[in-house]
């Protein structure tokens, strides 16, 4: 569905040399600003979801399960994001573990998202 939307041509403007940056196709927007977008979002939750994993000693009574959490398939993000591979710095050997560089996954997709979604806004 996504691929058909992002190959889908609308006969709204196209971006021709031209053409004003703000002139755009629901194509580009949707392969460009959309999906940065979301992914800004899924990246904050992915950090959201490792912070309440991380944190769950200090409340005992706090039910937490995230939306990603899926007991009939048995997927379980959260068990994901507790895994060695979830901070990949240090996973690859670039920092020491438990640096202050040693951050989840979700920063690193917040800060590629925002890049290009401000390479998207910007032309």
């Given at each position: 569905?996504?691929?058909y939307?992002?190959?889908?041509?609308?006969?709204l403007?196209?971006?021709?040399?031209?053409?004003?940056?703000?002139?755009?196709?629901?194509?580009?927007?949707?392969?460009?600003?959309?999906?940065?977008?979301?992914?800004?979002?899924?990246?904050?939750?992915?950090?959201?979801?490792?912070?309440?994993?991380?944190?769950?000693?200090?409340?005992?009574?706090?039910v937490?399960?995230?939306?990603?959490?899926?007991?009939?398939?048995?997927?379980?993000?959260?068990?994901?994001?507790?895994?060695?591979?979830?901070?990949?710095?240090?996973?690859?050997?670039?920092?020491?573990?438990?640096?202050?560089?040693?951050?989840?996954?979700?920063?690193?997709?917040?800060?590629?998202?925002?890049?290009?979604?401000?390479?998207?806004?910007?032309?």
């Amino acid at each position: 569905f996504f691929y058909y939307l992002s190959k889908t041509s609308f006969n709204l403007p196209i971006q021709h040399s031209n053409a004003s940056p703000s002139a755009m196709t629901i194509s580009s927007f949707f392969n460009n600003g959309f999906l940065s977008v979301l992914g800004i979002l899924l990246s904050a939750y992915s950090i959201y979801v490792e912070y309440r994993v991380e944190h769950k000693a200090e409340n005992p009574d706090d039910v937490f399960t995230a939306l990603c959490d899926i007991e009939a398939i048995g997927a379980s993000c959260s068990t994901v994001f507790s895994l060695p591979e979830a901070k990949m710095l240090s996973f690859f050997g670039l920092v020491p573990h438990g640096s202050i560089l040693d951050i989840p996954n979700g920063y690193l997709g917040i800060a590629f998202y925002a890049l290009s979604l401000t390479r998207y806004v910007t032309g």
